[in-house]
């Protein structure tokens, strides 16, 4: 009895005084927005009928600017995250750029790298002596993982009709256009438009690809990303849809997952221009390769390696930080980027007590967790490359990957071996290693939320994915009544 009146006495201090903090910080806000709002129309380009007139982008893109903003927008800039917010009244989508709103991104003029290039020479200067290798390697999921983008290598459309992505806010659209030889991504946001151009590339495509574009020597994301299945633009993963969100900055972490080498300046996301070396190369499971070369290419008669790793003389737990570098989720870094050299400890650079193994926010790449909790792992010297020829793309072939796991386990050892017959060599895949969903990947669209499978590396036998896949390549006759 005491207890519940005590807590009626609070609520009705509490609330009250809640509502108010959180009316006054709103009006605080929103007063705030306004100054800045006028601070920024005086350095604005001077602009009369800005809602009627047709503005040409391309024109003003020459002059270093951007549609000017109409007067009834508002606009602040966010100093703490470092972006210019720009809203609409009574709208509850809005805009982020890292630029001043009715300006555009601009090219840095500072290119000196800052540290020295510690020997990364990218994969073509191993193609001259493994030509094999680099002929293979190329197909890759890790070659292809970043490049420049152009219209050959984006695999998202341009044409009319397919290269618009609407949101649930029908005053916000999005297009993907090409003047010349480079992309966009033009927004409108209530009759106001800018573009951002589209210059660097990250994802195979075999899911997806995400956009890059510098601000200075910044790195940011753009706000649409393009999705392989069902082939389609959609928000980049954790992106709300109806906003135009064009400030998530690339911190080092995400550039040194998907490329070989970048001069990292300092956080968040300043990088030398000029300095990435795209695709992951050869050098990130073998060390900087600089010193190899030029010992090889002075020493043509010498067959002994010099100045490079083969992973397969080091233990196994080195062997699978190579892979776990990139694989083993993400957790606060402990030394610079870019500092980890085959042979090393994951737990040396980064610390693993607080890694988000199952959830990274970008997407899971836990497969070096997941898989150490199968018996397969436990119980074996299993590492990654007894399943995954790093050299090789051969990704879809499920018969291969059912042979790796036969050079372990006696097909008929399963307990479907009979049940299932000789077809069982073909696919051990999908009921011991399923697809699975993450929530953490997630795409925002204006139909409803997306949720690409990703295979789940905990090798396990699964009831649910013994019975779907017993369903697909078996379908039960139709039920008669
Ligand atoms: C000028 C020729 C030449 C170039 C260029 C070259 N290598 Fe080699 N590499 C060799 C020779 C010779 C060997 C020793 C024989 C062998 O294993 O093929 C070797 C061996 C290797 C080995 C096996 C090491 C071992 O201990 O078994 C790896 C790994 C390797 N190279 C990686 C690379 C990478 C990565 C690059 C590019 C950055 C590269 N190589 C460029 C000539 C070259
Ligand atoms: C520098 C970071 C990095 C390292 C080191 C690395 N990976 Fe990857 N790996 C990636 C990224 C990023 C992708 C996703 C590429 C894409 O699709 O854009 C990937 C994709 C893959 C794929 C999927 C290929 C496909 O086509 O489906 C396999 C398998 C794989 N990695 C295995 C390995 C193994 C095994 C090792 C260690 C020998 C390793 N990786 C080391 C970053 C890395
Ligand atoms: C810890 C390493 C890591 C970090 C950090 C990381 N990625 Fe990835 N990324 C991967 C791996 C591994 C895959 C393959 C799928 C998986 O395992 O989740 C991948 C897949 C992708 C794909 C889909 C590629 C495809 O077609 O399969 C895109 C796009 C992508 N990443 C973009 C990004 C961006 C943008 C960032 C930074 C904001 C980022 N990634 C941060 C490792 C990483
Ligand atoms: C994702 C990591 C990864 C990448 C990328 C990679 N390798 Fe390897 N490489 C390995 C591993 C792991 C081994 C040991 C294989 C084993 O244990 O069977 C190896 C072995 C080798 C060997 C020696 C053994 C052999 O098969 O001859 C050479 C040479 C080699 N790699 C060259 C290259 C070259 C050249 C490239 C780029 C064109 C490259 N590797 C890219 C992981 C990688
Ligand atoms: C390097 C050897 C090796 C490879 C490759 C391998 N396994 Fe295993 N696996 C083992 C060992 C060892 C055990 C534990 C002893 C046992 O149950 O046979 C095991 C256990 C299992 C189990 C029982 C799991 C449990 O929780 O009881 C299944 C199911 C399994 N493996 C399936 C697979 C499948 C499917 C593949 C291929 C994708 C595979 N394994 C690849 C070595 C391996
Ligand atoms: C249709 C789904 C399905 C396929 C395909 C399949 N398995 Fe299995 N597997 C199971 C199920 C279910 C069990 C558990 C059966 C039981 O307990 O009676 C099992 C059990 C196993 C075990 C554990 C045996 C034990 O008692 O510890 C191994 C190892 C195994 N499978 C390996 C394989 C390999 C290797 C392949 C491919 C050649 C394969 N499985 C194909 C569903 C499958
Ligand atoms: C027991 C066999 C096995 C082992 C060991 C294994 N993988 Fe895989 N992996 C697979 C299979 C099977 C696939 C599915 C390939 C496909 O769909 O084409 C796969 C897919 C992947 C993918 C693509 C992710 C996706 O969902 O599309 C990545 C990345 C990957 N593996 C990384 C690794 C790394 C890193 C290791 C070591 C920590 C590893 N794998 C160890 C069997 C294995």
Same mark, same amino acid.
Not at 1 to 13: A, D, E, H, N, T
Not at 417 to 420: G, K, L, M, S, V
């Given at each position: 009895?005491? *207890?519940?009146?005590?807590? =009626? @006495?609070?609520? @009705? @201090?509490l609330i009250p005084t809640c509502v108010w903090l959180l009316y006054d910080n709103g009006e605080n806000q929103h007063a705030q927005q306004l100054i800045k *709002? %006028?601070?920024? !129309? %005086?350095?604005?380009e001077p602009s009369q009928s800005t809602q009627t007139r047709e503005f040409d982008l391309a024109a003003l893109a020459d002059r270093g600017l951007g549609q000017p903003l109409p007067t009834e927008f508002l606009s602040s800039w966010v100093a703490e995250d470092e972006y210019w917010f720009v809203g609409y009244p009574r709208a509850d989508v809005g805009v982020e750029i890292p630029f001043p709103p009715g300006k555009i991104a601009k090219a840095s003029t500072n290119t000196e790298p800052v540290n020295e290039n510690p020997g990364f020479v990218g994969p073509q200067s191993c193609r001259e002596c493994h030509r094999e290798k680099f002929e293979s390697f190329i197909h890759t999921a890790h070659f292809q993982t970043s490049r420049l983008a152009s219209p050959e290598t =984006?695999?998202?459309a341009f044409t009319e009709g397919r290269n618009e992505m609407t949101t649930r806010e029908e005053n916000v659209t999005f297009e993907m256009v090409q003047r010349n030889d480079q992309l966009y991504q033009r927004v409108d946001f209530y009759g106001w438009r800018f573009e951002v151009p589209m210059q660097i590339v990250f994802g195979s495509a075999k899911m997806g690809e995400s956009y890059l574009y510098w601000h200075g020597d910044q790195l940011y994301q753009h706000n649409v990303t393009y999705l392989t299945d069902p082939d389609r633009w959609v928000n980049s993963p954790g992106y709300v849809d109806g906003d135009a969100a064009y400030a998530r900055p690339i911190p080092a972490r995400c550039v040194e997952c998907h490329t070989t080498y970048a001069d990292f300046r300092e956080e968040r996301n300043h990088y030398t221009p000029g300095s990435l070396i795209l695709g992951i190369s050869c050098e990130r499971c073998h060390g900087p390769g600089r010193e190899h070369v030029a010992y090889h290419q002075t020493h043509p008669d010498s067959r002994e390696a010099k100045a490079i790793t083969n992973p397969r003389q080091l233990t196994r737990q080195q062997q699978l930080d190579i892979c776990g570098q990139c694989h083993s989720g993400t957790a606060p870094r402990k030394t610079t980027p870019f500092a980890f050299r085959p042979g090393d400890r994951v737990t040396d650079h980064f610390d693993m007590s607080k890694a988000h193994l199952d959830d990274n926010r970008v997407?899971?790449?836990?497969?070096? #967790? *997941?898989?150490?909790?199968?018996?397969?792992f436990q119980e074996s010297e299993m590492t990654c490359a007894d399943c995954h020829n790093p050299h090789q793309s051969e990704r879809g072939n499920m018969r291969l990957f059912s042979q790796r796991c036969i050079q372990c386990h006696d097909a008929q050892a399963c307990g479907m071996? %009979?049940? @299932?017959g000789e077809r069982i060599v073909e #696919?051990?895949?999908d009921?011991?290693?399923? !697809?699975?969903n993450t929530k953490k990947l997630r795409f925002e669209t204006a139909a409803g939320k997306l949720f690409p499978p990703l295979r789940d590396h905990h090798v396990r036998v699964d009831e649910l994915a013994t019975e779907a896949y017993l369903k697909s390549i078996d379908p039960a006759p139709a039920v008669r009544k």
């Open positions: 009895m005491q *207890r519940k009146w005590f807590i =009626v @006495i609070l609520g @009705i @201090i *709002r %006028e601070k920024q !129309l %005086e350095i604005a =984006v695999h998202g997407h899971t790449s836990n497969q070096l #967790n *997941r898989l150490s909790q199968s018996k397969c071996a %009979e049940q @299932i #696919n051990c895949i009921c011991h290693m399923p !697809l699975r």
